[in-house]
């Protein structure tokens, strides 16, 4: 009886409840395989996945354990195109034998990796994180395209894969994308309108990082107009300045569902006079975005669109300057400070020098300009 004659045997449905006996049938492939051409194990390779594939849904977990000692085994002994085709077959069946498709998932070549990053259910999340650690770019960008991707893989491939593998990432409806993924994203978009663009419209962006977006896409407008016309500097930013005001008002219907519970919570402390600068400080410490917003907007008496800007533009001094007026503590300060900077942080450098202009800063040239800023608001107001 033939190799294939007996995997025949082995596998058929009615065989099912039979003990199989995968060292003798791999001791026979060994044989084969020993004397055998490179177009003779392509051969055998075909028949014993035809095999697997056609009878995949009857097969149990010994059988499955059984094709994956076989599988493995002629890995080894087959050269690159027919372990392409073993990847692109193997790579849409649900029960696919993990061990061999986690070892075509880690192979050098793209043509053998790639079907099976991009499309196989039995490549576990621990092993897309290890591969997205690792492997290259081309890996990386298959792995992009996946239907669904948890955070922990969408968090190694905007760190670490290249432009490619983060616009697809990025473009993926499918990928999760956590704190620390989108303030990466959002770095990578400063100049690129493309990234921007796209990270921008997924519909579960967090406000904040919509809003930073924003920013960053007014400051690359601005430059490329200022480039072009250096004598209308003052204009255009002024005039950029507007339209970006403007979008955060058209977005604001659809991205600030957040706001209504931290303007609850911390409104109800204000009216009953227990909102103070510890509550400002446990907000910002425990990265509470939204609502120390909602806080500082009812302690400085300033509108929340206003406080927003402050806190997603690169320079801290609106920050810095709001603090002082109400009359807030470095300590408060500092913990504002790194909830603005995120998961990045803040060198050391940046927080002694903003040590340094907050102490220098006198609160009465504080409020003075708070109140300047007030009355703009107020000048910007629609009139009721």
Not at 186 to 199: G, I, N, Q, W
Not at 331 to 344: D, H, N
């Given at each position: 009886?033939?190799?294939?004659?007996?995997?025949?045997?082995?596998?058929?449905?009615?065989?099912?409840?039979?003990?199989?006996?995968?060292?003798?049938?791999?001791?026979?492939?060994?044989?084969?395989?020993?004397?055998?051409?490179?177009?003779?194990?392509?051969?055998?390779?075909?028949?014993?996945?035809?095999?697997?594939?056609?009878?995949?849904?009857?097969?149990?977990?010994?059988?499955?354990?059984?094709?994956?000692?076989?599988f493995g085994?002629?890995?080894?002994?087959?050269?690159?195109?027919?372990?392409?085709?073993?990847?692109?077959?193997?790579?849409?069946?649900?029960?696919?034998?993990?061990?061999?498709?986690?070892?075509?998932?880690?192979?050098?070549?793209?043509?053998?990796?790639?079907?099976?990053?991009?499309?196989?259910?039995?490549?576990?999340?621990?092993?897309?994180?290890?591969?997205?650690?690792?492997?290259?770019?081309?890996?990386?960008?298959?792995?992009?395209?996946?239907?669904?991707?948890?955070?922990?893989?969408?968090?190694v491939l905007?760190?670490?894969?290249?432009?490619?593998?983060?616009?697809?990432?990025?473009?993926?409806?499918?990928?999760?994308?956590?704190?620390?993924?989108?303030?990466?994203?959002?770095?990578?978009?400063?100049?690129?309108?493309?990234?921007?663009?796209?990270?921008?419209?997924?519909?579960?962006?967090?406000?904040?990082?919509?809003?930073?977006?924003?920013?960053?896409?007014?400051?690359?407008?601005?430059?490329?107009?200022?480039?072009?016309?250096?004598?209308?500097?003052?204009?255009?930013?002024?005039?950029?300045?507007?339209?970006?005001?403007?979008?955060?008002?058209?977005?604001?219907?659809?991205?600030?569902?957040?706001?209504?519970?931290?303007?609850?919570?911390?409104?109800?402390?204000?009216?009953?006079?227990?909102?103070?600068?510890?509550?400002v400080e446990?907000?910002?410490?425990?990265?509470?975005?939204?609502?120390?917003?909602?806080?500082?907007?009812?302690?400085?008496?300033?509108?929340?669109?206003?406080?927003?800007?402050?806190?997603?533009?690169?320079?801290?001094?609106?920050?810095?300057?709001?603090?002082?007026?109400?009359?807030?503590?470095?300590?408060?300060?500092?913990?504002?400070?790194?909830?603005?900077?995120?998961?990045?942080?803040?060198?050391?450098?940046?927080?002694?020098?903003?040590?340094?202009?907050?102490?220098?800063?006198?609160?009465?040239?504080?409020?003075?300009?708070?109140?300047?800023?007030?009355?703009?608001?107020?000048?910007?107001?629609?009139?009721?």
């Amino acid at each position: 009886m033939s190799v294939d004659e007996r995997l025949d045997d082995q596998v058929r449905p009615d065989a099912e409840n039979q003990p199989l006996s995968a060292d003798s049938l791999i001791t026979e492939l060994e044989q084969t395989f020993s004397g055998g051409t490179d177009g003779a194990r392509a051969n055998t390779l075909r028949r014993i996945t035809d095999l697997f594939v056609f009878g995949s849904g009857n097969l149990g977990d010994e059988h499955i354990e059984l094709f994956d000692r076989i599988f493995g085994h002629l890995i080894a002994e087959i050269e690159s195109s027919a372990r392409a085709v073993l990847s692109t077959r193997l790579s849409t069946l649900p029960n696919a034998p993990p061990v061999t498709i986690r070892t075509l998932a880690f192979d050098e070549e793209i043509a053998v990796a790639g079907p099976v990053l991009k499309n196989s259910e039995a490549l576990d999340n621990a092993s897309l994180v290890e591969n997205a650690g690792k492997m290259s770019q081309e890996h990386l960008l298959a792995i992009s395209e996946r239907k669904a991707l948890s955070e922990t893989v969408t968090d190694v491939l905007v760190e670490r894969g290249n432009r490619d593998v983060a616009l697809s990432a990025a473009r993926n409806k499918g990928a999760k994308i956590s704190e620390a993924g989108y303030m990466r994203l959002v770095k990578r978009s400063a100049d690129d309108e493309e990234m921007a663009a796209t990270v921008g419209a997924r519909e579960e962006i967090p406000r904040h990082h919509f809003l930073k977006l924003l920013t960053k896409a007014t400051h690359a407008v601005r430059s490329k107009l200022e480039a072009a016309h250096p004598q209308f500097g003052a204009e255009i930013q002024q005039a950029v300045t507007q339209v970006a005001t403007e979008m955060q008002a058209k977005t604001a219907a659809t991205k600030t569902h957040n706001y209504a519970a931290a303007q609850a919570t911390v409104g109800s402390l204000h009216a009953s006079g227990r909102l103070g600068e510890r509550n400002v400080e446990w907000f910002a410490r425990l990265n509470k975005f939204e609502e120390t917003v909602v806080a500082l907007s009812l302690m400085g008496r300033l509108p929340v669109g206003t406080v927003e800007r402050a806190m997603v533009q690169d320079d801290a001094g609106a920050i810095l300057i709001l603090a002082k007026a109400i009359g807030f503590s470095w300590q408060t300060v500092k913990a504002i400070l790194l909830l603005r900077a995120g998961s990045r942080g803040l060198p050391p450098l940046a927080l002694e020098q903003g040590l340094v202009n907050f102490t220098k800063l006198t609160q009465a040239t504080a409020r003075q300009v708070i109140d300047f800023q007030r009355g703009r608001d107020s000048a910007a107001a629609p009139a009721t």
